[in-house]
């Protein structure tokens, strides 16, 4: 018996409902924008401020690499790191 296409069918259906609804929150013809954003996550202002977030970033895995950070702990290292100026 060919259950397979139907079983498929059935599981794809159970996720329509929730990409539908992300689709709605813009609307047609409109972006999303940081207020539509539920963590309220917002891409940096200006090239500037990326760059230098960028290289902050770098030298904090630079310095998670000298440590030979891995996993869970490189995470959290680099998540302090950034934020200790």
Do not use: W, Y
């Not at 539509?36 to 902050?56: H, I, N, V, Y």
Request: aromatic share 4%.
């Amino acid at each position: 018996m060919r259950l397979a296409p139907f079983a498929c069918a059935a599981a794809l259906s159970l996720f329509a409902p929730a990409c539908a609804s992300a689709l709605d929150a813009a609307g047609p013809g409109r972006t999303v924008t940081a207020e539509m954003k539920p963590d309220g996550a917002t891409s940096p202002a200006t090239p500037g401020d990326a760059a230098e977030r960028s290289a902050k970033s770098i030298e904090c895995s630079q310095k998670a690499d000298a440590q030979n950070l891995h996993g869970k702990l490189r995470k959290q290292f680099m998540r302090e790191c950034k934020r200790g100026g």
